[in-house]
């Protein structure tokens, strides 16, 4: 005799997102989700977003990473709620974990909650926070075929940032060509071409962000 | 991705099931059926080397594990045979 279970098995970590997600609406608080592999400028994209968004609204990050709490330490100078997560050589933020770092901050008199995950192109893509937006860094330094390489994380998220693109002739990337084949797998996805450290290249990412935040 | 925190997951899930199915005390689970989607990011063999480890000496310490390829997202515990 067969019996059907039909369950997802991520079952246990959605049902902490969704109580991530109640959290957020009841307080009305925006939130966003961060990733991109090690090193492809999520840090850097939320110190040059900060200055902007730090004047608009009340804003608090929560940091994961394996070890350290250097990217919260760079943040410092911004005087906001920071909370670093160390996942002690997990891949990836899951729903508990951030559930932990929710009780840690005063959600009362917060408007918004960026999260940088961990630095991976696989895991995070599945791990649900609860947040509203899930936002991907992709820095061209790593190579064009990266898109369709990690087409779990590309096909996953609501925007996508093709980071560091004043590398694009020293690392021979045919911008045109990578855009294209982003749209082919996430047609949905909105896409900026940035590079974090140049301010002046972030403007249309945080009017589209204004707008996310003004429609939530 | 991360298979072994998967493999808990899933007997969590199928101890509920035979829990809440007082019926399914005493039969022997002949077979368990995952589906995996195309995105799931779950590598079936190393799910299975981790399940297996979890399951000895449970109830089902001899079910037979068949992995089924789906095209819909995420990874499931689709079913269970069980001892007439
Ligand atoms: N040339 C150039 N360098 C950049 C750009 N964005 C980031 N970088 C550099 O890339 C390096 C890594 O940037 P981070 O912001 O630390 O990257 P991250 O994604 O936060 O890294 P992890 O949190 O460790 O995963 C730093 O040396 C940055 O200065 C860019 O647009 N152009
Ligand atoms: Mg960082």
Known sequence: MEIKILKNVMIKNDAIGNDNRLLFRKH??????????????KTTLLENSLSYLNKKY????????LYT???????????????????????HLDARMIHGALQSIDLNNLDM???????????????????????????????????????????????ILVNKIDLATICNINLEMVCAEI?????????????ATNKNTLNSWLSWLDNKKAID | ??????????????????????????????????????FSNVYAESFEFYFSELI?????????????????????????????
Do not use: W
């Open chain 2, 56 to 84: 000895k000496n449970t109830k089902f310490t001899s079910a037979k594990l068949e992995f089924l390829n789906s095209d819909e997202n995420g990874f499931f515990v689709s079913s269970i045979e069980v001892d007439e």
């Open chain 2, 1 to 38: 991705m991360h298979e072994a925190s998967l493999a808990h997951y899933a007997l969590e899930i199928l101890n509920e099931t035979i829990k809440n199915d007082s019926s399914l005390n005493d039969k022997d689970i002949k077979k368990i059926t995952f589906s995996v989607g195309k």
């Open chain 1, 113 to 159: 909650i960026i999260i940088e995950n961990v630095g991976n192109l696989v895991c995070p893509a599945s791990f649900d926070l609860g947040e509203k937006i899930k936002v991907l860094v992709y820095s061209i330094t790593e190579g064009a075929d990266k898109p369709k390489k990690y087409a779990s994380m590309f096909s996953n998220v609501d925007a």
């Open chain 1, 183 to 195: 749209k082919e797998i996430n047609p949905k996805a909105e896409l900026f071409q940035i590079s």
């Open chain 1, 28 to 41: 009305n608080i925006f939130s966003l989700n961060i990733m991109s592999s090690p090193g492809a400028g």
């Open chain 1, 58 to 65: 009340r804003i608090a990050v929560i940091e994961g990473d």
């Open chain 1, 69 to 91: 709490s250097r990217d919260a330490e760079r943040l410092s100078p911004f005087d906001i709620p920071i909370v670093q997560i160390n996942t002690d050589g997990g891949c």
